[in-house]
T-cell receptor
Framework: DADVTQTPRNRITKTGKRIMLECSQT?????MYWYRQDPGLGLRLIYYSFDVKDINKGEISDGYSVSRQAQAKFSLSLESAIPNQTALYFC?????????????FGPGTRLTVL | SQQGEEDPQALSIQEGENATMNCSYKTSINNLQWYRQNSGRGLVHLILIRSNEREKHSGRLRVTLDTSKKSSSLLITASRAADTASYFC??????????FGSGTQLTVLP
């Protein structure tokens, strides 16, 4: 987990506020992902990036945007937070080549929108 | 929508017993993976099995894959209290993204 870091780890915000979640990695991987997890459910993909110039929407991208500032940094923004975006958010990375499908996860950011 | 569905949703066993979790999926896959999540923490990759493989072992873990039935199982042998966690299957298709199931919550009682 130390290779993939997320900030902040916990955040409480109010409806309508803009918030940014940040992810950094030292694994040297090209691919990065943002997921959300709701209680009792698996992870759902929000956005993914296969390199700095490549950004793709996932299953649930509405209400979110991302920025890939560098190979090592991938940020997730909520432009105007709403209560149903309260969830646990995870960043993940993966490599190219034979190990491409194995993902390495950060520790998560617990976001509460009041 | 979830590609994989785990069964059971929750499993409680005594230390030393074996734990078996099942995963079913809907579409063709390139590979299937199992991940573990301790409460509120990030997921940790356990094992990957490719679509042309039928069984794979890693330590106390054994994974099987039946592509004709679109199902996989994860067996943890000689379970320990430290194995208590949620276990997720994830499928990778041609787009090389992972789609996760809803998970099995395993509790190993000391």
């Amino acid at each position: 987990d130390a290779d993939v870091t997320q900030t902040p780890r916990n955040r409480i915000t109010k409806t309508g506020k803009r918030i940014m979640l940040e992810c950094s990695q030292t694994k040297g991987h090209d691919r990065m992902y943002w997921y959300r997890q709701d209680p009792g459910l698996g992870l759902r993909l929000i956005y993914y990036s296969f390199d700095v110039k490549d950004i793709n929407k996932g299953e649930i991208s509405d209400g979110y945007s991302v920025s890939r500032q560098a190979q090592a940094k991938f940020s997730l923004s909520l432009e105007s937070a709403i209560p149903n975006q309260t969830a646990l958010y995870f960043c993940a990375t993966s490599d190219l080549g034979p190990g491409a499908d194995t993902q390495y996860f950060g520790p998560g950011t617990r976001l509460t929108v009041l | 929508s979830q590609q994989g569905e785990e069964d059971p949703q929750a499993l409680s066993i005594q230390e030393g017993e074996n734990a078996t979790m099942n995963c079913s999926y809907k579409t063709s896959i390139n590979n299937l993976q199992w991940y573990r999540q301790n409460s509120g923490r990030g997921l940790v990759h356990l094992i990957l099995i490719r679509s042309n493989e039928r069984e794979k072992h890693s330590g106390r873990l054994r994974v099987t894959l039946d592509t004709s039935k679109k199902s996989s199982s994860l067996l943890i042998t000689a379970s320990r209290a430290a194995d208590t966690a949620s276990y997720f299957c994830a499928t990778a298709g041609s787009a090389r993204q992972l789609t996760f199931g809803s998970g099995t919550q395993l509790t190993v009682l000391p």
